[in-house]
């Protein structure tokens, strides 16, 4: 996803056209649910071991739509490779004093979470 963008750029440009199939307007779903949020008022749900780390690598939506169908061997996989995986208390604590900003989307009982790159 790019991260000066709106996620929905080419998938509302595809469902407007008529290429509707359930994974698609799951994705969608998704995209509409994806918002900036500041990290600070994430703190409840980091501190509940809820919050994912998505790599700035992969696509925030596609890593939400994989969690969402439980596909255990592609979030396996983007875990091996460190693309996603819990928020480290380290990683919390620079994006806490930074007051950073970062794409969030909610997988109950996940959120996902990536780095807002600015530039």
């Known amino acids: 996803m790019s991260n000066q963008e709106s996620p ?3 998938l509302v440009e595809e469902l407007t056209l008529g290429k509707r199939n ?7 779903k998704l995209v509409t649910e ?4 500041p ?15 998505v790599s700035v690598d992969i696509d925030l939506v596609e890593a939400a739509y994989q969690v969402s169908q439980d596909n ?5 996989a983007w875990q091996a490779q ?4 819990h928020v480290a208390d380290a990683q919390a604590l620079e994006w806490y004093n930074s007051d950073a900003l ?12 990536q780095p807002v790159q600015l530039g």
């Not at 460190?82 to 995986?85: D, E, H, I, T, V």
């Open 82 to 85: 460190g693309l996603l995986g």
């Open 34 to 37: 994806t918002a900036k949020i």
């Open 22 to 28: 359930p994974e698609q307007l799951a994705r969608a």
């Open 102 to 113: 970062v794409w969030s989307v909610v997988v109950r009982p996940w959120v996902l979470v």
């Open 39 to 53: 990290w600070r008022e994430l703190q409840r749900f980091f501190a509940g071991g809820t919050v994912i780390f």
């Open 8 to 10: 929905a750029e080419g």
């Open 72 to 76: 255990a061997e592609r979030v396996k």
